[in-house]
Nanobody, 121 residues
Framework: QLQLVESGGDLVQPGGSLRLSCGAS????????VGWFRRAPGKEREGVSC????????NYASSVKGRFTISRDNAENTVYLQMNSLKPEDTADYYC??????????????WGQGTQVTVSS
């Protein structure tokens, strides 16, 4: 399994921006779709965004569409989540995970340990 490491979480004011990174070990990272997920305190985990292995297809939860942008650099084995216009309801632990395939569907494989995002004034 791949090892994934998230970074970039921080405390930010409403309206602010953060960029999360999901770095992976191993040369096979480029063959997997990668999703970002989050779990807010007292809530269930939800999918935030996903990007196909090639980077050509992306999707977003309705709650973040237009504010978040997912991208990947396969040469650097990294997937990014640019988060703009952050709201308090975006406060959560954010996780990245690979799908067992090139598209954003099916079984999830490797998970990172998470990075905390807090949006508060």
């Amino acid at each position: 399994q791949l090892q994934l490491v998230e970074s970039g979480g921080d405390l930010v004011q409403p309206g602010g921006s953060l960029r999360l990174s999901c770095g992976a070990s191993g040369s096979t990272f480029r063959y997997y779709a990668v999703g970002w997920f989050r779990r807010a305190p007292g809530k269930e985990r939800e999918g935030v965004s996903c990007i196909s292995a090639s980077g050509g297809r992306t999707n977003y939860a309705s709650s973040v569409k237009g504010r978040f942008t997912i991208s990947r650099d396969n040469a650097e084995n990294t997937v990014y989540l640019q988060m703009n216009s952050l709201k308090p309801e975006d406060t959560a632990d954010y996780y990245c995970a690979t799908y067992e395939g090139t598209e954003c569907r099916g079984v999830l494989g490797s998970w990172g340990q998470g990075t905390q995002v807090t949006v508060s004034s």
